[in-house]
């Protein structure tokens, strides 16, 4: 491809993948690679992912006064979380990507028919304090493995039933802190792309002009029922990705 189709590309994946952040509150990561996985190869889909995702990760992150309560609550998910994000990320560099790919094919499957099942996992009550390390871990395997962030993290989070803000706080702390574990893991094995800086800028300004047209359609739209159609198309594609590994 030409350097200009790149940029067209990844702008246009980051633009619909900071639109679906901005109505339903993540699905950046998991939207970008999904659809740039297909042009780039798994490796160099995180990468270029990164950048955007830490940058618009920030915010939610740190806005919501509840930093310091989630942190004591919920800082064995995270520490386990990014501990197993660096140690999976060092092996994903160093092996072939077929598994990896197929293993982001079914992540992304499974994500979706949960999400279309709208099950609602029971509360862990007094198994949050081993429930917690351990999603941390698995969650972080697979974050390390495939980029996507959010498998089986998001569904254990609804288990605590918190506040939809409290919830949002909570996910972007994970989100921001399992991004900034990748970055590192990429940087100081030297896994970067040529040129993934010029992408990611590209991707960062898509990612945010995505997030405000997100929270336009919003307005317009049940989050509910664009949640339906997120969760089919994102089937779907999770599906061509499995097939086109395996077949591949």
């Given at each position: 491809?030409?350097?200009?189709?790149?940029?067209?590309?990844?702008?246009?994946?980051?633009?619909?993948?900071?639109?679906?952040?901005?109505?339903?509150?993540?699905?950046?990561?998991?939207?970008?690679?999904?659809?740039?996985?297909?042009?780039?190869?798994?490796?160099?889909?995180?990468?270029?992912?990164?950048?955007?995702?830490?940058?618009?990760?920030?915010?939610?992150?740190?806005?919501?006064?509840?930093?310091?309560?989630?942190?004591?609550?919920?800082?064995?998910?995270?520490?386990?979380?990014?501990?197993?994000?660096?140690?999976?990320?060092s092996v994903l560099v160093q092996i072939e990507p077929f598994w990896p790919t197929v293993l982001l094919g079914s992540v992304i499957l499974t994500y979706?028919?949960?999400?279309?099942?709208?099950?609602?996992?029971?509360?862990?009550?007094?198994?949050?304090?081993?429930?917690?390390?351990?999603?941390?871990?698995?969650?972080?395997?697979?974050?390390?493995?495939?980029?996507?962030?959010?498998?089986?993290?998001?569904?254990?989070?609804?288990?605590?039933?918190?506040?939809?803000?409290?919830?949002?706080?909570?996910?972007?702390?994970?989100?921001?802190?399992?991004?900034?574990?990748?970055?590192?893991?990429?940087?100081?094995?030297?896994?970067?792309?040529?040129?993934?800086?010029?992408?990611?800028?590209?991707?960062?300004?898509?990612?945010?002009?995505?997030?405000?047209?997100?929270?336009?359609?919003?307005?317009?739209?049940?989050?509910?029922?664009?949640?339906?159609?997120?969760?089919?198309?994102?089937?779907?594609?999770?599906?061509?990705?499995?097939?086109?590994?395996?077949?591949?």
């Open positions: 491809m030409e350097a200009v189709e790149f940029y067209l590309i990844t702008g246009l994946v980051f633009l619909l993948a900071g639109t679906v952040k901005g109505i339903v509150g993540f699905g950046l990561p998991l939207v970008s690679i999904t659809l740039l996985t297909p042009f780039y190869g798994l490796v160099d889909a995180i990468a270029i992912m990164l950048l955007p995702a830490v940058v618009t990760n920030f915010w939610q992150a740190v806005t919501g006064g509840r930093f310091i309560g989630l942190w004591k609550r919920l800082w064995p998910l995270y520490v386990s979380g990014v501990v197993s994000t660096v140690l999976a990320a979706s028919l949960v999400g279309l099942a709208a099950w609602q996992p029971p509360k862990p009550g007094t198994r949050e304090t081993w429930l917690s390390p351990v999603t941390g871990v698995v969650t972080g395997l697979i974050t390390g493995l495939t980029g996507v962030l959010v498998f089986p993290m998001a569904v254990y989070f609804q288990s605590l039933d918190l506040d939809r803000r409290v919830l949002f706080q909570a996910m972007g702390i994970y989100l921001l802190l399992a991004n900034v574990a990748l970055a590192s893991a990429f940087g100081w094995q030297g896994a970067f792309p040529d040129g993934v800086t010029r992408l990611a800028v590209v991707g960062i300004v898509a990612g945010l002009a995505g997030m405000a047209l997100g929270r336009r359609i919003l307005v317009l739209l049940s989050a509910e029922q664009f949640k339906r159609v997120f969760f089919l198309a994102l089937g779907a594609v999770g599906a061509f990705i499995f097939l086109r590994a395996l077949l591949s």
